[in-house]
């Protein structure tokens, strides 16, 4: 079946402008996660959404990062008033909760680069 | 979730076995191992998983030390497409208030050489 997609695959801005990340999971994945890469470097977790729990957003670098999730389905990464260092690849993952694994299947990512 | 350490880079030759180290020495009771892999200009890629027993897949197998200190990935007979950044994961199951977020280190870099 599908997998989780994500678009824009790139998003060219200048400083100061806000941009919208989408991410659709994979059908039926009830937990979704976004996470950032800088060049050359890891992961960094940012947010989660499980279902109509309350979101984790404890990984959230500042105020101008926010997301949004509509039920079990796509979810909207903001972030407002760019800024230089929020160029990276940011990446989402869904996973199908239940038992006592899940495993996170990810998007291809979306390379923000802010001018 | 416990810290992991790998080593930055390794060579493999095509058709070989890779072998991917990696320490976890402050893994607790309920800690799962993972590994996913990353290839250029692409969202990571789960590989497998296990808690205390040897796992395999049609990808790998995983082979973690009796005292789960350290486990080794095992690719069995590399291929060029298997050249990308391998990271290992320590992470508590989702569920129980745990949300499950992976925590990614460096990784080690495998290039697979012709």
């Known amino acids: 079946g599908a997998g989780v997609s994500q678009s824009p695959s790139n998003k060219v801005t200048e400083k100061g402008k806000d941009v919208e990340l989408r991410c659709d999971p994979i059908?039926?994945?009830?937990?979704l996660y976004w996470y950032r890469q800088r060049l050359g470097q890891g992961l960094e977790f940012l947010i989660y959404?499980?279902?109509?729990?309350?979101?984790?957003k404890s990984g959230l670098p500042s105020d101008r990062f926010s997301a949004e999730r509509t039920g079990e389905s796509v979810s909207t990464l903001t972030i407002q008033r760019t800024q230089q260092e929020d160029s990276a690849v940011y990446l989402c993952?869904?996973?199908?909760?239940?038992?006592?694994?899940?495993?996170?299947?990810f998007g291809p990512g979306t390379r923000l680069t802010v001018l | 979730d416990a810290k992991t350490t790998q080593p930055p880079s390794m060579d493999c030759a095509e058709g070989r076995a890779a072998n991917l180290p990696c320490n976890h020495s402050t893994i607790s009771g309920n800690e799962y191992v993972y590994w996913y892999r990353q290839i250029h200009s692409q969202g990571p890629q789960y590989i497998i998983h296990?808690?205390?027993n040897n796992e395999t897949n049609e990808m790998a197998s995983l082979i973690i030390t009796e005292d789960r200190k350290s486990s080794t990935l095992i690719l069995p007979h590399a291929t060029l497409r298997d050249t990308a950044v391998y990271y290992c994961i320590v992470r508590l199951f989702h569920g129980s208030g745990n949300t499950g977020k992976l925590i990614f280190g460096q990784g080690t870099t495998l290039q697979v050489k012709p």
């Open positions: 296990g808690l205390k």
């Open positions: 993952a869904s996973s199908l909760e239940g038992g006592d694994t899940d495993t996170q299947y």
């Open positions: 059908s039926g994945h009830t937990a």
């Open positions: 959404f499980q279902g109509n729990s309350a979101p984790d």
